[in-house]
């Protein structure tokens, strides 16, 4: 259970603000039906991060235990630091309504999520815990949990939210994470 709610808050508090959850602000202002937008955010996270999973724990067992503790501590704290730099909306390229809001999301959602904040802390979540299933699932469940309200609250909520104290919040996380890792990487825990 570890693995699944520190792989839910990690990522569900690193997403705000975040590119996708931007992207995500796009697609409903775009296509105003949320149903769809949610679905297609689920589908794509889902694969995306359970992917990652997989990749987090092929990574541990490539490495001994004490160089991925190093490893992991230091991409944890690198990942705090990265938290602290807002990202910036894009649009989105060509006619994508032609698809229709739920193969627009996936596909958009899926591709925005490549090499993503949170895609790379699901590696390391998966990696730390090794636990596919809770890590993917709690990450996946953070991604939801960061971007529904997004979907029904839209603009409002996005200029509601103090980024600087979120991507504070968010780097805090990380960098505790990382302080354990290393510590534990040094045998004081």
């Known amino acids: ?11 569900a508090v690193a997403e705000i603000g975040d590119k996708t ?12 039906k949320p149903v769809p937008i ?7 996270t889902i694969f995306n991060h359970a992917l990652a999973a997989e990749a987090g724990i092929l990574v541990a067992n490539w490495l ?5 503790q190093w490893v992991l501590g230091i991409s944890f ?6 938290m602290l730099i807002p ?6 390229k060509g006619d994508a309504s032609r698809f229709g809001p739920f193969v627009t999301t996936t596909i958009a959602f899926f591709l925005a999520e490549m090499g ?3 895609q790379l802390a699901t590696i390391g979540l998966a990696a730390r815990f090794h636990d596919l299933v809770a890590v993917a699932a709690g990450t996946t469940l953070g991604m939801m949990a960061a971007n529904v309200p997004v979907v029904f609250l839209g603009e409002a909520a996005a200029k509601a939210l103090p980024m600087q104290l979120v ?3 968010a780097a805090a996380i990380f960098f505790a994470l990382g302080l354990v890792t290393i510590l534990e990487a040094l045998g004081v825990v």
């Not at 259970?1 to 990522?11: Q, T």
């Not at 949610?38 to 794509?44: D, L």
């Not at 704290?77 to 990265?82: F, H, I, N, Q």
């Open 64 to 68: 001994t235990p004490q160089i991925l």
């Open 167 to 169: 991507r504070g919040s």
């Open 38 to 44: 949610i679905a297609g955010i689920f589908v794509a």
């Open 116 to 118: 993503d904040k949170t």
């Open 77 to 82: 704290v690198a990942g705090g630091v990265w």
């Open 87 to 92: 990202d910036k909306a894009g649009e989105l």
């Open 21 to 32: 959850q931007l992207l995500t602000l796009v697609l409903a202002t775009r296509f105003m």
């Open 1 to 11: 259970m570890e693995a699944f709610f520190i792989s839910l808050s990690a990522v």
